[in-house]
């Protein structure tokens, strides 16, 4: 029979008869040791899962008494699952002040009970401490933990990273981490992974890019992101951060002590250490290096392994074909691992086969040998080139019924005329029309409820807001002029809207991954209409992605080769559980959102191509092309 051992619980206070009276109410709680910060027989004792702890003085203003006590508390050794909870009591007389124990108790949880204090106030504060210490994953935690295991053994199963190993072991939980590769390589999914295992244990993963950061705030932005908690920070574009900036941050981390002090585990990622400073380097890294998916040689298993998972998903059959393996093998995936979901993500969402061979894969080969597509048996209008992934264009009508709808391309000469506006105009405006008839419903048949009064007028000013907030945005789309293309820094101005929206993104824990390329040459784009088109982009994608969800946005340049001119590729991808970008509906063919409408029309006049994809479950993907 299993019996759970009882939790062990350390009652410190150089006052004898306070400590006493502290622990008889705690007894019900666990086990219970109790005496002074210099007790020796501390050291030999096992380790606490809570401290109960209090520093009474016998003259204002001494704060000596409390001095010893965070004495004590620093010297405790740390374990696995993180630092050990502290519930802080006053003590009787002159009392160090409770606000200044709390500001130096700032590393682990931590509860306060005034005195004098109620035997019952002072159990369930414990109750509480002990509860939230011990307690396992939620089901969304460990759902979310094991798609990144399962992901990251899809990804890295057959490639040696002894390096990654070493990030997890609690033996090297005070160095920091840096993850080498090129866009797509997955930083950003390793860096997740090292988070949910490594030792101790961390709150969350907090995205710090680096773009983000201003010379001589850096300590100041660093410590607002981490405020205080126990979490791994992920200085994402390492690389790219000016000199000054790179000099400044290894002055953080390093000389300050944040790498050994501050209860925060660093992970970084570049695509090189070419322009990382030295001062940077000099720190003491864990390396991993990810070599790009063109010299894997287990590129053929992960697509394989990417085929299966999607038909498990998807409730079909499917599998790749070797001539697709091939071709595969022979493309130069600038995108990486990335990219190679996308293609095969889109090419097995728009086939009906069972087997996919080369010709059912819709990629064009950005350089390097290539192989042709197997003409076999079919007739001129099948074997005709394949269309990219990022193309808007509907499939053609010999595509099985089974297909996800897809939108047609708009004339980038025009706007959208009012026969393609009017429907999603119109379910913009039902759903909050509906609601309000639901609240005046619920006011009628309660009408002197206070409460329900005051909770209904708020959702009905917020329904009123959002409705507001639509028509300015129609009425600004609808006065653009023809756009003006212009040279703009693609990658600056998604981290600017990013940056805009990150109040928004905090409040719901969301993680933005970003992938952005900050070397690539300027797109050409008309600036306010290409920012209006991102912004509504993003503002109608952040809130289908659920509190603490993911969204991944990433860019990347494509030189121009025999086939394609120059041109920037922006991807967005996010999962929602509760609605997709593009539904289906009986009676007007695909749905599309009324900004998604408007992004979509004005990425085409500019010349750029623009595609929604919603074939998974709840998966969304955005590509968006614009020349260079």
């Known amino acids: 029979m299993n019996v759970r051992k009882l939790p062990t619980i350390w009652v410190v206070c150089e006052d004898r008869i306070l400590r006493e009276s502290l622990a008889v109410p705690l007894r019900s709680c666990g086990r219970i040791l109790v005496g002074p910060p210099e007790r020796s027989h501390w050291k030999e004792s096992e380790g606490p899962d809570l401290l109960v702890m209090a520093a009474p003085s016998e003259i204002a203003g001494d704060l000596s008494g409390l001095e010893r006590l965070l004495g004590f508390v620093r010297a405790l050794p740390r374990p696995l699952r993180g ?79 002894p390096s990654l190993r070493h990030a997890i072991d609690p033996h090297n939980a005070a160095r920091p981490a840096l993850l080498l590769g090129e866009a797509g390589t997955g930083a950003g999914l390793l860096a997740r992974y090292i988070q949910n295992l490594a030792e101790p244990a961390r709150e969350a993963l907090v995205l710090v890019p680096v773009t983000s950061l201003e010379a001589g705030r850096v300590e100041e932005r660093i410590a607002e992101l981490c405020a205080g908690r126990r979490v791994s920070a992920y200085l994402s574009g390492l690389d790219r951060a000016p000199r000054a900036l790179q000099e400044e941050l290894a002055q953080v981390l390093g000389q300050s002590g944040w790498l050994g002090v501050e209860a925060v585990r660093w992970i970084a990622s570049a695509a090189g250490l070419r322009h990382i400073a030295s001062a940077l380097l000099a720190l003491p890294w864990l390396r991993v290096d990810l070599p790009p998916l063109r010299q894997r040689p287990d590129l053929a298993g992960i697509a394989h392994g990417l085929t299966r998972r999607w038909a498990e998903t998807a409730g079909r059959e499917a599998r790749l074909a070797d001539d697709a393996i091939e071709l595969l093998r022979d493309y130069t995936w600038p995108g990486n691992l990335e990219e190679l979901e996308s293609v095969l993500e889109l090419s097995l969402a728009a086939s009906s086969n069972t087997v996919l061979g080369a010709a059912d894969l819709r990629i064009v080969p950005e350089s390097g040998p290539t192989r042709p597509a197997p003409v076999a048996a079919r007739s001129a209008e099948e074997v005709a080139p394949p269309a990219r992934p990022v193309r808007g264009e509907q499939p053609p009508a010999t595509a099985p019924a089974s297909e996800p709808p897809r939108p047609e391309p708009l004339d980038p000469e025009a706007r959208p005329g009012l026969p393609e506006l009017m429907p999603p105009l119109a379910h913009e405006f039902r759903g909050p029309l509906l609601a309000i008839r639901t609240y005046a419903s619920l006011l009628e048949q309660q009408p002197d409820d206070a409460t329900l009064r005051r909770e209904l007028t708020t959702l009905v000013e917020g329904d009123l807001v959002r409705l507001d907030e639509l028509f300015a945005r129609l009425e600004r789309f609808t006065r653009f002029a023809p756009p003006h293309a212009e040279p703009l820094d693609l990658a600056s101005l998604v981290t600017s809207e990013l940056e805009k929206r990150q109040s928004s993104m905090r409040t719901r824990s969301l993680v933005v991954l970003r992938e952005l390329d900050h070397d690539a040459p300027p797109a050409l784009a008309d600036d306010e209409q290409i920012r209006f088109a991102l912004g509504a982009l993003l503002d109608r994608a952040l809130p289908m992605v659920p509190a603490g969800g993911d969204l991944y946005i990433g860019s990347h340049h494509h030189p121009a080769d025999d086939e394609l001119p120059a041109r920037h590729r922006l991807l967005i991808r996010f999962h929602s559980p509760e609605d997709v970008l593009v539904a289906p509906d009986e009676n007007q063919g695909p749905r599309i959102p009324l900004d998604v409408l408007m992004a979509r029309a004005l990425v085409l006049r500019m010349n750029g191509t623009f595609a929604i994809d919603s074939s998974g479950e709840q998966d969304n993907v955005i590509l968006v092309e614009l020349p260079s």
Do not use: C, K, N, Q
């Open 83 to 161: 630092p050990v909870p502290a519930l802080y009591v006053e003590g009787t007389g002159p009392r160090p002040p409770t606000a200044l124990a709390r500001s130096l108790i700032d590393d682990r949880p931590m509860r306060v009970v005034e005195s004098p204090f109620e035997a019952d106030e002072l159990l369930t504060a414990a109750e509480a401490l002990l509860g939230a210490h011990l307690r396992p994953l939620s089901l969304r935690d460990r759902a979310r933990s094991e798609w990144v295991a399962r992901r990251v053994e899809l990804f890295y199963a057959d490639l040696e990273l």
